[in-house]
C-alpha cells in the first residue's frame, strides 16, 4: 500500500493536509493520465471572443484528434465562420470526479487549449466514427442537425490533480492511451463491489477508527482509497504487483490483494 499525494484544502477555514511521500509504487504518468481524465464526459469550453459554449460532447480519438460537439444555436459558428483564419482560440476543460461522495470530488481535471475549427463536411462521417469508438454518446445522432462537429488542434496540455499542475507536451498526450481500466471503471465497481468492499475494510484497519475511507478511483496500477479526517485528508493506493493491460485483470488482480496481508 503506497500513499500519494493528500488532496488540496477541502474547505476555508480547515487547515491544509500535510504532503505525503511520493508513492513508492507505479503510477500513471502524467500524459497517461491526462488521456484517461480526457476521456470523461464531463467538459466545458470557452472561446475567446465568444466566451463559454455549451459542450454536448467531446473526446480525443484514438489517433490523438480532440474533437467537440457543439450546438448549432448561438454565436459560435457564426463566429468560426467569419474568422479571417479560420480558427478561434480555444479551451477545452474536462473534469474527472470520484465515484463515491468525497469533500472533494473532483479528482482531476485537463485543460486542452488550442485552435478551434470546424470539421470539413466530407471529413465528418469519418470524424464521428471515430468519436464514437472513443466515446459513444447520444450527442452524435445530432451532428448535422442541431449540432456541429469541431476540431481543437490541441497547442497546450495542462493536468490538475491534487495539488499537483502538470504541463504535458501535446505529443505525449497524443501518444499515450487512456487508461483500460479507468475506462471500464464503472462497469468494474458494480462487479467488483464486494470485493472492493473487503478491500476497503483492510484500508480502514490500516488507517484507523477515527479516519473515514472512501473509494477514489481505480486505474492499472491499483485501487485509490480517500482517507478523510476532521483535519484534512489524504489519498493511498492499494498497488497491484504488476500493471494491468486490461480491464478483464482487474477482478483477479484484487482477488490477489485479497489473498495477502496489506502493509
Known sequence: MTTGRRPSRLRAGTPAPVTAPPAAGGQ??????????AARPTAALHVLGTGTTPALAAATTSDGRTL????????????????PVGDLPARLTVTDRAPSRLRQPIRALVELAGWLTPVPGADVPAAVLAFADACPCDALFEVGLTAALLQLDVAEVVLHESHAVEHVEPEDFVAAAPDPVTEAEADLLAAEEEALARLRVRVQAWAGRRDDVRLLGLDRFGVRYRVESPRGGYDVRVAFPEPLTRSEQFADAVGSLLSCALD
Open 28 to 37: 500513471p504518468s502524467p500524459a497517461e493520465r491526462a488521456r484517461t481524465v
Open 68 to 83: 467537440v460537439v457543439v450546438p448549432c444555436a448561438g454565436p459560435l459558428l457564426p463566429a468560426l465562420a467569419g474568422s
